[in-house]
Each structure stands twice: as C-alpha cells, then as structure tokens.
C-alpha cells in the first residue's frame, strides 16, 4: 500500500506490482543501515562483546551414545563481536548460516565448522553459540523392572575466540533427591532416645554440570548422565510402583548428602574423566525445611576456565 502524495489517497499496490518492485529492488538496491557509516553511530564508538540472535527455534538431528539420530526441538543463540566504528551486524547471517548446517546430526564437533563460518559470513573476530534441547533417555526403575522416559535438559556451546582458539562446553542437567544427613541424625536420635518415630526432610534438588571438553575429545549426554547418577545415586524416579517407591527410600537412606556433599561428589567423579578438561557444577537443593534453597558450586579450577565466579541460581530453580 502507497500513500500517494499528492491528493492523500492510498494507492493500493496489486500483489502484481508489489512483487514486481520487490523482485526489481532485490535486498541490494535498500537502505543498508547496519552498514552504514560511523557517523551514524549512536552513543559510544567501541567494540561490542556479544551481538546477534537469542532463542530461534527449529527442529535438529542428534545422536545418541548407541549411534540412533533422534529429531529433537532446539533453541539456538549465535552471537559474534563487533567492532567500534562499525554500525551493526547482518543479524540475518547468523541464522542463514547456522541453517547451511540445519540437516546435519549435531554433536559437540560440529560447533566448530558453524563458528568459523559465521565469523566468515559476518566479518568478525569472535563468535559463539549455545544450541539448547531436551534429551529423552529411557530410565529403568529400580525394583518392578518397567522403565519410563525421563526429558534431560542439556546445551551444546562452543566460543572461537580472536585468535580462533576453540572452547567447547557441554551443559547437562540431573535432578535428584536430596536426604539431609542432619535430619537423619536427629531423627535416629529422637527414635532411639524417646523411641519417637520421625521423617528426616529430602527435596527435589538439581545440578547444572558444565564441562569444557578436553581438544579432540567427545562426550556423550549419556557418559554425563553416568557421571551424575554414579555421583548421587538418588535419581528423581519416572515408572515408580510401591516396590520402586520402597527401593528409592532405602536408597535415600543409603545416600544421604548435604548440598556441599553433592558438589564434592560430583567433583569427584568429572574430575577421573579425561575427556573433561574443566568443570562446574552448581547444585541447589530446594530445601523441604526451609523457606529458602541451599546451593553451592564447585569447579575443577582450570587457569582461565570456569572460576566459580558468583552464581544467582535462578536459571536452576527446577
Ligand atoms: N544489526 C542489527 N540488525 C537488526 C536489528 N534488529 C533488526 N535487525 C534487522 O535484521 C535484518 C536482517 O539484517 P541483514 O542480515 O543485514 O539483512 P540483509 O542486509 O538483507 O542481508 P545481507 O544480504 O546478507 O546483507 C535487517 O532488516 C535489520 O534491520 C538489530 O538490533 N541490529
């Protein structure tokens, strides 16, 4: 639709034309803005450390540990730097170019061939990308023998730095019951001395492993699915009969862990993997006693790695 100068009236543009001008224009022959020069910078002329997409959607190929490519739902962020006297970005770049890449099966190695071309397509010095997905793994239960899907929320994130050197991360997360070891004592305590019958307090509890990998090395959601179930044992369950219910309380009893166990038993356990070059693990426990969650984070320490710098939590609340 043209507003037409002269007598006010709207002239209706007809689908014909209106294709036409836009098949004649072409994307070259329109204002550039992003392009355009640093005069028409606003605010401060200096570099920008991140710019670009947040949270596109589409469906992509991953494979599983056993080598079966399951079609799941992924939420992408692409950024790249940007340098001052520069305007902005073709922001449209970083999604063409993450979609040259939309039919092939992702794991943490293809990061790397995507980061090179969007600093290729975009022209710039830096780039990073976080692909986000729910990951179903089949869990047995712990006594009856069924067996349930259990959803983990899980991240692929690879940054290419200025000199092009490659970090590459892999996020998972492990929700679990958390026994407190205290509430245990008292009430065994309580129990024994004033043959009172009591239940300790557990909760629904959460921790977010961030590993980097180790150059050329891999890793399974799978593998990282081990790592925590060997670490804590306790689970949240999926197919529970009674049996099952039976079997997770013994199971609680057995491991009992404060939120500062939880993260040194973590630790323990990425730290004999090899294929991990740094971590960080911030659990939280949504504490059934108190109005508020206990947390903590524990890192491998690595010069230049994670730092434990500090964590708000709110991204874990379950
Ligand atoms: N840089 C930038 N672009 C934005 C922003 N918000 C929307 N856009 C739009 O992103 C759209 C796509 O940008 P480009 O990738 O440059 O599109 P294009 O110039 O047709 O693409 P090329 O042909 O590759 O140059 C443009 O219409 C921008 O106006 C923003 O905050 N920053």
Known sequence: MMKDKKDNSINLVSPKDFYGV???????????????????IKGANVPIMQVGMHNFKLPLKFISKDCEVRELQASVT??????????????????RTFYDFKERVFSP?????????????????RAGIKISFQY???QKSLRSGLEGWQYYDCAYEARLDDLDRLRRLVH???????????SAELSEHARINRD????PHSQRSKVRVSVELAKGETLFIEDLHAHCLNALKTETQVMVKREDEQAFAELNGAYVKFVEDAARLIYAELDKDSRIADFEAACIHLESLHSHNAVSVICKGKPGGFN???????????
Do not use: H, W
């Open 22 to 40: 836009a098949a004649n224009c072409g994307s070259s022959s329109l204002p550039d803005m992003q392009n355009a020069d640093s005069s028409q």
């Open 78 to 95: 692409g950024t790249v730097s940007l340098a001052s006297n520069s305007k902005g970005i073709n922001m449209s770049r970083i999604m």
């Open 109 to 125: 190695e293809i990061l790397s061939e995507i980061l090179r071309a969007m600093k290729k397509q975009v022209s710039t010095s």
């Open 136 to 138: 179903p793994m089949k």
């Open 172 to 182: 998972f997360d492990f929700v679990y019951s958390s026994a407190c070891p205290c």
């Open 196 to 199: 009172i019958y009591c239940v």
């Open 308 to 318: 434990a710098s500090f964590n708000d939590f709110s991204s874990l609340v379950c």
